[in-house]
């Protein structure tokens, strides 16, 4: 911290070169609240965390400046949120509760302090939100800037819920809106229509740069019986795609059940776009999407929007769907 | 795999973008071994791997390339196991056992799909030194390679062994020879002299390309009563200073002790530079240090280099070591 203060006095901003590896380090450090149960926490080798039920779960992902955020188009804070909550909704995906996340960050030297921080804040607020902590990292020189999560979690003795259990006769149900993110996206790529009321697009923006995952949703979908879960990430298509591959099933979505679509209608009204390529192949929201048996009750909070049948594939309103739709990050930039 | 086949006879060399994400999944997936202890392998959100003791061992670190390999300098095998090794170590230095990793890799879309495969060899051929599988990862589209690795462990009972438990009195060991890594990177800087022996540059250069960690010797430390425990990434000295810090003691390194000196007295000999330094400040060798109380005895493949002391701070030979030492990444590249 010495490094820090004598940098910001001499130069007005300090970059991530200024402070060096270990000053950032220290700086990251100190906005971490103490890890719940860990034995060991940040700032050794590796951490040691409690996890009663003798079994954690764990995902990893990353994310590349230019393909998966703008830092003109979302704050550090944001783009810290939106790392930690695709990766703990991975892990609310299996059922299971977060409980700790590890991150990396590759930065260029040239970078304010600042955004590092900002960053890291963001995580802390969104991995408090899921009652996850940050229990290590990395943080190394690069030209470009990437995030690197790990999410780890705890089933607390539930059998984890995976893409390969959906059954013929299943009902389909989804844990919030999706297409908001796609929308708050093409918003800010196309500008913002002027006829387009002004709570609407902030609420898309905002769904865009900060999707707020409902974790408690895996867990509960766990204890309803849900029989195959996954993280919407890369649309919800896509990714009941993986569902019924995984599940040798197909899956029919209508249209009509979607929740939360009117949002979407009045903005692609006025970009002159299609809604439904939103809600049905836009990615990044992390809803939670799931199945459940027939005769099950799906947690108060999820809407069912579709069924499980036999044969393979998905279909949408009981048509096949053909399209390649969803996102391919090898096809695609942000 | 369909694509792989396909762009093979249209285009001689598939890339990346060739099998695109999903294509590029299933081909790093097909050269995993089943994960032993696993309920949930890789495919889905998440991994869940049984940890019977009840707590996990976690760390993550960030290779960039141009800062921590380069692919002209060391092939995408020798990156691969490289980058296992040296989160590998990270959880032998607790006291644990390796018993998975995670891997993310940011790639871009014109890479050769066959070096990202040998990346992955390499990862699944140094796991499997380590006792460890790969359980989860994670490919995305970036404009320069980066590898983001999550190595997970197993203390199965024993209190993990951190950098803080070093009282003054105790006796400093380390598990291997240090400074290769340093050596064989002078070598590859500085071209190889006519008159160095061809054998030894070569098992120089493999310190540096392909580090092989001995795993065991961190569990062993601990069962020995190691009473703090580093891996040696960054230089001797410096991760030795981060011993005495956290353990707020001195350590004093007798360079008369340091095992395996002599190849790098040859070398040192030939490019004109300081073996010393590459012994003291050099990093990447992976050998443990650990600290022992002065009446036990480390286990038979630790050598005993120093003394840990009152004060703070590291001595050399009894002198203050006054040098920044050791590799900042900030500073240095490659």
Redesign the interface.
Known sequence: MGVWVTTVAQEGVIT??DL???GLIAAIQALLPPVAGA??GV??????????????????????E???FRRDWSSADDIGRKAAAQNLA??A??G?TPI?L?????IP?VLPAEWVLEVTRGMVAECRRAGAAI??????????V?L?I????D?AGRH?V???GARPGDRVAISAAVGRSAAGLALLAAGLPADLPADVAAELLAAHRRPEPDYAAGPLAAQAGATA???VSDGLIQDLGHVAD?SEVSVDVQVALLPGTAILRTTADALGSDWRLWALAGGEDHALAATFPRNSQPPQTWTVIGTVGSGRGIYVDSAPWNSAGGW????S?C
Chains 1, 2 share one sequence.
Not at 150 to 153: I, K, P, S
Not at 328 to 331: P, Q, T
Request: no cysteine.
């Open positions: 991530v070169a060096g590896e270990f034995e060991v700032g050794d080798d590796a951490a040691v965390l409690s996890i009663p039920d003798g079994r954690v779960v764990a995902s990893t992902d990353l994310l590349v230019g393909r998966h991975d892990i995906a299996m299971a700790s590890l991150f990396g960050l590759a030297g229990s290590g990292g990395d943080v190394t020189d690069s030209d470009s990437m690197a790990t999410a780890l979690g089933l984890p995976t893409r390969a879960m996954i993280d995984a391919n990050h090898f096809l930039s």
